[in-house]
């Protein structure tokens, strides 16, 4: 008897140019991956912190569940059952939409059409989620752009006497609002940074699987530098966020239908640009689980 043996091919990486970001070609979201594509992957993922696959139309919610599995285990979407339309409830536990689109009146997934702003998914924990993955169903003609930043870069590129200022300082990352500024269930309006809620993480932190150090900003709103005093804090946190999302630091993601994203939410910031709310955004994304002392809240 005959065997065959099935052949697949190493994943072809096209660099962005910019200071992060890679193409990954050559390889079909929806099937079993080897174990060389896996490592391929990784390697990429490790070297350039935000992949991009395209044309990946084809691909199931179960498929972009099992192809992000490769990378830890996922956690269960954030949106609690009951609060959106019963299209998104019958999703898999480890889908989230992220999505403007209404269904008989009820949002078929979350952030709607706004901009969100520059952040780090979920540092108010004090294990943030390892990554994510977002997949494009449908997008609208202009707009809903995804940005992200190079935090490994943002730290390298600092004067070197900020560099030496910000060693053991910590922040205080503040739980009570989502990326789009909505304030979450729970949470009262606070607008005096020393009262902010949430974890205390060093502004410098070292990246779990590269032993690289990065910025860990984030998000801007309410965040407080410990033991420093109000204005210190303030002046202090403007100038690294000032530093840590200028263009050269930076990549853009202007997405096409069955693009697929990958980030490391370790090393990297991210925001999104507002929408036509008339046009229709629809992505499913799971969230890779905390395996990383430094940096998901929904990203755009």
């Given at each position: 008897m005959i065997q065959t043996v099935e052949i697949h091919r190493v994943p072809t990486v096209a660099v962005s140019g910019a200071a992060l970001g890679a193409d990954i070609a050559d390889i079909d979201l929806n099937?079993?991956?080897?174990?060389?594509?896996?490592?391929?992957?990784?390697?990429?993922?490790?070297?350039?912190?935000?992949?991009?696959?395209?044309?990946?139309?084809?691909?199931?919610?179960?498929?972009?569940?099992?192809?992000?599995r490769h990378f830890g285990p996922l956690d269960k979407r954030p949106t609690a059952s009951g609060s959106m339309s019963s299209a998104h409830d019958k999703l898999p536990p480890e889908i989230t939409v992220i999505s403007n689109v209404k269904i008989d009146g009820k949002p078929l997934g979350a952030l709607g059409d706004g901009e969100a702003v520059w952040h780090?998914?979920?540092?108010?924990?004090?294990?943030?989620?390892?990554?994510?993955?977002?997949?494009?169903?449908?997008?609208?003609?202009?707009?809903?752009?995804?940005?992200f930043s190079n935090m490994y870069l943002a730290y390298e590129t600092l004067p070197s006497?900020?560099?030496?200022?910000?060693?053991?300082?910590?922040?205080?990352?503040?739980?009570?609002?989502?990326?789009a500024g909505e304030l979450r269930l729970g949470f009262t309006d606070?607008?005096?940074?020393?009262?902010?809620?949430?974890?205390?993480?060093?502004?410098?932190?070292?990246?779990?699987?590269?032993?690289?150090?990065?910025?860990?900003?984030?998000?801007?709103?309410?965040?407080?530098?410990?033991?420093?005093?109000?204005?210190?804090?303030?002046?202090?946190?403007?100038r690294l966020w000032a530093h840590a999302t200028e263009p050269k630091l930076t990549w853009t993601q202007v997405w096409k239908v069955g693009d697929v994203m990958m980030w490391d939410n370790s090393c990297t910031m991210h925001r999104r640009d507002s929408f036509d709310p008339?046009?229709?955004?629809?992505?499913?994304?799971?969230?890779?689980?905390?395996g990383v002392a430094a940096c998901s809240e929904l990203i755009a």
């Open positions: 099937e079993p991956l080897s174990k060389e594509q896996v490592t391929a992957v990784k390697g990429a993922w490790a070297r350039h912190l935000v992949l991009r696959f395209r044309g990946q139309s084809h691909l199931t919610v179960e498929g972009l569940a099992a192809f992000s780090t998914d979920m540092t108010y924990n004090e294990r943030p989620p390892k990554g994510a993955c977002l997949y494009a169903m449908e997008v609208p003609p202009t707009g809903g752009n995804t940005h006497e900020l560099r030496q200022d910000i060693e053991g300082l910590r922040c205080v990352h503040d739980a009570s609002r989502n990326s606070n607008t005096d940074p020393r009262k902010t809620i949430g974890a205390v993480h060093p502004l410098v932190s070292v990246h779990a699987d590269t032993g690289r150090k990065c910025l860990l900003l984030g998000r801007r709103r309410n965040s407080y530098v410990v033991d420093l005093s109000l204005s210190e804090s303030e002046a202090l946190l403007d008339a046009s229709r955004r629809l992505m499913y994304r799971t969230q890779i689980a905390a």
